[in-house]
């Protein structure tokens, strides 16, 4: 969900749009009539995802190309690194870590089966990415990585366009930091709006699990002006906050990279969420996707 930057090349004449019930309801594979073979992924008429087949390195919703600055740093160019994917949509950012590290090792746990295989039909991985896809329960499927493999976990799950409750606490934060290598990095794209309580919430509580941390949203998001996405960074190693600070500010859509004592301020003495107090994330307002 998220804001696209735009551009053309060829268009797409005469394609029609893809649709289908999945598990988490209906899918729509629409074609972008500007670029010969690019796709939004709609899931009840929520944007999920966007894909260029040409161009795989294109990501094109603002939270996505905030995940791609995170992807680009982790590691030095081009090096191959292994990343665990929690929500797949159209296996956007997969492709984009294929794209721009070959032959890294990638698992993408997505628990709708069912639009997993309508992305691998109407949009075919390229057979010589190291992408596994598993349909599983995002949690389930991050307790059976294994312990330290990782350099990167990113965490991208809706059900009914809201992160659910047990993908927001501590304790799944724990299996986060099991899966990862000492110093591994985990970004989690949070969607919120006015009073802000949630991401507040998310913040304090990957405060309690990691020693470093960075947000990235549209400075409109973070004055409570509108509902939208967020992208945090966690790691217990410093983040290169300079360069991602200058990438955000960047981007076509610019956002605000948040750290240290204004992002600690901003939690405004929320509280860590435990399994036990875990609530899913706010449902968007109807206007959210207009």
Do not use: C
């Not at 300079?242 to 955000?248: D, I, K, V, Y």
């Amino acid at each position: 969900m998220g804001k696209s930057r735009g551009g053309g090349r060829r268009r797409q004449v005469g394609v029609e749009a893809v649709v289908e019930e999945v598990d988490g309801g209906l899918a729509e594979l629409v074609p972008d009539r500007d670029r010969a073979r690019g796709w939004t992924l709609f899931v009840d008429g929520a944007p999920q995802s966007y894909v260029d087949l040409d161009e795989p390195d294109r990501l094109e919703f603002e939270y996505q190309r905030w995940f791609g600055h995170v992807v680009d740093l982790v590691a030095p160019a081009g090096r191959p690194v292994h990343v665990v994917h929690l929500g797949g949509g159209a296996l956007t950012l997969a492709r984009y870590v294929a794209a721009t590290r070959p032959r890294s090792t990638q698992l993408v746990v997505e628990r709708d089966a069912a639009l997993v295989r309508l992305v691998r039909r109407e949009l075919p991985l390229d057979p010589g990415a190291r992408i596994r896809v598993r349909s599983a329960d995002a949690r389930d499927g991050l307790a059976k990585v294994p312990d330290g493999w990782a350099d990167l976990v990113v965490s991208d799950v809706f059900s009914g366009a809201r992160t659910p409750a047990h993908l927001t606490s501590t304790e799944f934060l724990d299996e986060v930091r099991r899966a990862l290598k000492p110093g591994g990095v985990h970004a989690a794209n949070l969607t919120d709006g006015p009073p802000l309580a949630h991401l507040r919430g998310q913040i304090a509580t990957a405060a309690a699990r990691f020693t470093e941390l960075a947000l990235i949203a549209d400075p409109a998001v973070l004055r409570g002006k509108r509902f939208g996405n967020a992208v945090l960074v966690a790691s217990d190693l410093p983040l290169p906050l300079t360069e991602l600070t200058r990438r955000a500010a960047s981007d076509p859509h610019p956002a605000r990279v948040e750290h240290g004592t204004s992002l600690t301020d901003f939690t405004g003495g929320a509280r860590p969420v435990t399994d036990e107090a875990a609530v899913a994330s706010p449902a968007p307002p109807p206007s959210a996707f207009r």
